[in-house]
């Protein structure tokens, strides 16, 4: 390490980190391609720590720490309780204000810099990349997946909806023991890329949807093709319904939501669906089966972790659908010991980190 990759972290930045359980914070300043560049590596317990790189702007730097710690972490608990031989991680470029001007050379050095770190990182698509990076990043290093060779996608968001797809039919088995979502009445917030291709998933096997989103167009697609009935987004919350499937923001369940909902059923990919993490326990009290958000929309990073591993797609969907099983073992867990799921899944997650 030369001079330029030591900096100080702000002392409440230091603190989260603790906090969450880290770790190391790696650091790389490129003056000649602009790269400025963060890894957080949240745990290795398990394995070497794999998560995507995102190459975007942030208002300042600790910003920019914040998110690799936040996004870090939660990589460490979708690959643990997934069973995945890895900790999690995150790589935060920060986007330059000047176009980059050669982004071979950028890229490359942040090839170099995975490098460097010896195979304790691999790094995946995330916002603000693509395949084409990750295959530019693959020149300097073997620690990379989402390649073009690899079968490297921009878009995780039908492995997403895959695993969401299993876990609620997990979850009406378990709680309306049927096997089939034959007539099945769903409520899902949000027609973005992961409720669209949730919404296709479920039509396709019988489902009955209703869905609400603010952005009218990407709402309008599902009603052209899957038939959904329309729901204003305040109301989604009371709506009669088997399942509630939040995919559209987090901190979607609180008090005021909780009590509202008539659903049987919580299943969706938004990320940190409690507003608090005692709200899990809420859920519970008033019978309400739910299935945790980092268990259940892992099937990106379940993807990117068998296709690194085996080159296989058709692994890959296997492992994706097999949250059908895992989350049915907590669904039961939580009923024998009468305890909420969140609870169940978390403490699973934190022994597998030898937390
Ligand atoms: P997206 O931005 O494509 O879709 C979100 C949709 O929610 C948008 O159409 C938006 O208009 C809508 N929305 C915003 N406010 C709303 C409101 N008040 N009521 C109803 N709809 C509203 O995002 P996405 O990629 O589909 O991801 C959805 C959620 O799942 C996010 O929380 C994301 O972090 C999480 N997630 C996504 C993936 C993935 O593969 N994309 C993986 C894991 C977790």
Same mark, same amino acid.
């Given at each position: 390490? +030369?001079?330029?990759?030591?900096?100080? %972290?702000? +002392?409440?930045?230091? @603190?989260?980190a603790e906090f969450l359980g880290y770790g190391e914070l790696h650091t790389k300043i490129d003056d000649k391609t602009g790269l400025k560049a963060f890894i957080a590596i949240h745990n290795l317990h398990r394995g070497p720590a794999i998560g995507g790189c995102r190459l975007m702007s942030y208002s300042s730097v600790d910003k920019a720490i914040e998110d690799a710690l936040r996004l870090g972490h939660m990589m460490s608990y979708k690959a643990a309780i997934n069973?995945? !031989?890895?900790?999690?991680?995150?790589?935060?470029?920060?986007? !330059?204000?000047?176009?980059?001007? +050669? @982004?071979? =050379?950028?890229?490359? =050095?942040?090839?170099?810099?995975?490098?460097?770190l010896g195979g304790r990182y691999i790094t995946a698509v995330d916002s603000g990349t693509s395949p084409h990076e990750m295959d530019i990043i693959s020149r300097r290093t073997p620690y990379v997946t989402c390649t073009s060779q690899l079968g490297g996608n921009s878009d995780p968001s039908p492995l997403t909806a895959l695993g969401v797809g299993r876990a609620i039919q997990a979850a009406v088995k378990f709680k309306m023991n049927q096997d089939s979502l034959e007539g099945v009445h769903i409520a899902i917030q949000g027609a973005g890329h992961v409720g669209y291709y949730l919404a296709k998933q479920l039509h396709e096997l019988g489902a009955r949807l209703s869905m609400a989103d603010v952005n009218v167009k990407a709402l309008q697609r599902c009603i052209d093709e899957f038939n959904v009935t329309v729901v204003p987004p305040d109301d989604i919350y009371h709506l009669e319904c088997d399942v509630f499937s939040p995919c =559209?923001?987090? =901190?979607?369940?609180?008090?005021?939501?909780?009590?509202?909902?008539?659903?049987?059923? %919580?299943?969706?990919?938004?990320n940190n669906q409690l507003a608090h993490h005692h709200y899990g326990?809420?859920?519970h009290e008033r019978g309400i089966l739910y299935g945790p958000d980092f268990l259940i929309n892992a099937g990106g990073l379940i993807h990117v972790a068998v296709t690194y591993a085996h080159g296989d797609l058709q692994k890959s969907t296997e492992q994706i659908s097999n949250i059908y099983h895992t989350v049915y073992d907590i669904y039961e867990r939580a009923k024998s010991e009468n305890r909420a799921?969140?609870?169940?899944?978390?403490?699973i997650a934190r022994? @597998?980190?030898?937390e």
């Open positions: 390490m +030369d001079d330029r990759t030591h900096f100080t %972290v702000t +002392d409440s930045l230091m @603190r989260y069973n995945l !031989p890895h900790g999690g991680a995150k790589a935060v470029l920060i986007k !330059p204000k000047e176009e980059i001007h +050669d @982004r071979n =050379a950028y890229f490359e =050095a942040f090839g170099d810099f995975i490098n460097d =559209a923001f987090g =901190a979607v369940l609180n008090l005021k939501t909780i009590n509202q909902l008539q659903a049987k059923i %919580v299943a969706g990919s938004a326990a809420l859920l799921t969140n609870e169940i899944a978390e403490q022994k @597998r980190l030898g």
